[in-house]
């Protein structure tokens, strides 16, 4: 006859009667599971859902359980209505304004394809906008503004 020990603790998840060693019932903080399935369990964490509140995963952000509570969720939602703040917008007009005033090229190396050419804040501040302070300039030129004092190929004495 097998010996058998007595059920000294229970299991989380299913409340079955288990024995686990006094010492690793401290390591554990008393937490015990009967089985792998009832550990991996304890470790879903599950919200409710917005509409119906039915339990969902909670991961990657997903706050409704199907595609019809996420419809019932948007109803309502205008959307591209009232935008007075859309910085994609404002930054596309203040392109055109500065193409049609100065040009459709690179202000300081004559560049001449004008779909690529970046907006540069000539004070470095963002929010400054005003027309004096911005200059239309090619991403190499842009780059070499921004990045070529700090590159880190200037430490080796590298000659042409």
Not at 14 to 34: D, T, V, W
Not at 104 to 110: A, F, I, L, M, Y
Not at 144 to 149: G, P, S
Request: with cysteine; glycine share 4%.
């Amino acid at each position: 006859m097998p010996y058998l020990r007595h059920p000294n603790t229970s299991c989380l998840i299913c409340s079955k009667p288990i024995y686990r060693r006094p010492n690793e019932l401290i390591k554990s903080n008393g937490h015990a599971f009967c089985s792998i399935k009832c550990y991996g369990k304890s470790l879903r964490k599950e919200k409710p859902c917005l509409i119906c509140g039915t339990l969902i995963m909670a991961r990657f952000n997903k706050k409704t359980c199907s595609r019809a509570c996420a419809n019932k969720n948007r109803a309502g939602i205008k959307y591209k209505m009232n935008r007075p703040k859309d910085k994609v917008v404002h930054h596309q007009r203040l392109i055109l304004r500065l193409l049609n005033q100065r040009g459709r090229k690179c202000e300081r190396c004559g560049y001449s394809k004008f779909q690529i050419l970046h907006v540069h804040h000539k004070d470095r501040n963002r929010s400054n906008n005003n027309l004096d302070n911005l200059a239309l300039i090619c991403p190499n030129c842009h780059y070499e503004e921004h990045y070529l004092e700090k590159s880190w190929l200037n430490k080796y004495n590298l000659q042409h």
